[in-house]
């Protein structure tokens, strides 16, 4: 810890990112879980993030409604911030709910 938990949930935050893109979900979820556990109450931002990432981790498991259920929360979370990541998550939810959706088997 550096003292600054914003700092150190940031780094944790693009930890799990790396481990994500290197597919070691293991990985992924401990810096993720790490990272949560020293979000400072209250930070909307780091929140939303997390839940992010805990999405992008069940889509990676396949657990699609799980990671359509989180990043529909962290979507929100960001909106109500006024965050620009808010359109990148709903970017991103687009591209796993696609796939999944009963008019893609037609």
């Given at each position: 810890?550096?003292?600054?938990?914003?700092?150190?949930?940031?780094?944790?935050y693009?930890?799990?990112?790396?481990?994500l893109?290197?597919?070691?979900?293991?990985?992924a979820?401990?810096?993720?879980?790490?990272?949560?556990?020293?979000?400072?109450?209250?930070?909307q931002?780091?929140h939303?993030?997390?839940?992010y990432?805990?999405a992008?981790?069940?889509?990676?498991?396949?657990?699609i409604?799980q990671a359509?259920?989180?990043g529909?929360?962290?979507a929100?979370?960001?909106?109500?911030?006024?965050?620009?990541e808010?359109?990148r998550?709903?970017?991103w939810l687009?591209?796993?709910?696609?796939?999944h959706?009963?008019?893609?088997?037609?």
């Amino acid at each position: 810890q550096l003292g600054r938990p914003q700092i150190t949930a940031r780094a944790l935050y693009e930890l799990g990112n790396l481990r994500l893109h290197e597919q070691k979900l293991e990985e992924a979820d401990v810096a993720l879980r790490e990272m949560q556990e020293i979000i400072p109450s209250g930070d909307q931002e780091l929140h939303a993030l997390f839940l992010y990432g805990q999405a992008r981790l069940a889509a990676s498991r396949g657990q699609i409604q799980q990671a359509q259920h989180l990043g529909e929360a962290s979507a929100t979370a960001f909106e109500e911030m006024g965050h620009h990541e808010a359109q990148r998550v709903k970017k991103w939810l687009a591209s796993i709910i696609a796939p999944h959706s009963p008019l893609a088997d037609s």
